[in-house]
């Protein structure tokens, strides 16, 4: 018993320290140019599956954001972006999100 008990913790910890190891920050040049558009994308990152923080600089328009590898990829997280209206590195937002922007963010 004593020793299934030490396998089951020893299982655990492993995980643990797996899952805190497949945390990754990336920079994503992003097309957005206001508050507005900061606003719009941070919200979008708070619900995109495996995104643990986002940030973006509005002067510089770099969207730093720190994901879970194992629940998500930064192709998802650039789509998750580019289905709010705004460019993410060399991947273009999609005409109809583009479309649905205020003024002041196209």
């Not at 910890?13 to 899952?19: D, E, F, L």
Request: glycine content about 2%; overall charge negative; hydrophobic content about 40%.
């Amino acid at each position: 018993m004593k020793n299934i008990l030490i396998a089951i913790i020893a299982t655990l910890s492993i995980n643990v320290v797996y899952a805190q190891k497949s945390i990754e920050t990336v920079e994503i040049q992003t097309s957005a140019v206001c508050d507005m558009c900061k606003e719009t994308i941070e919200k979008e990152m708070a619900f995109t599956k495996g995104v643990t923080a986002a940030e973006l600089n509005v002067k510089t328009a770099i969207l730093t954001v720190s994901y879970k590898t194992n629940k998500t990829t930064l192709e998802d997280i650039r789509a998750a972006i580019n289905d709010v209206g705004y460019d993410a590195d060399d991947s273009p937002a999609t005409k109809e999100a583009y479309e649905n922007l205020h003024g002041c963010c196209k």
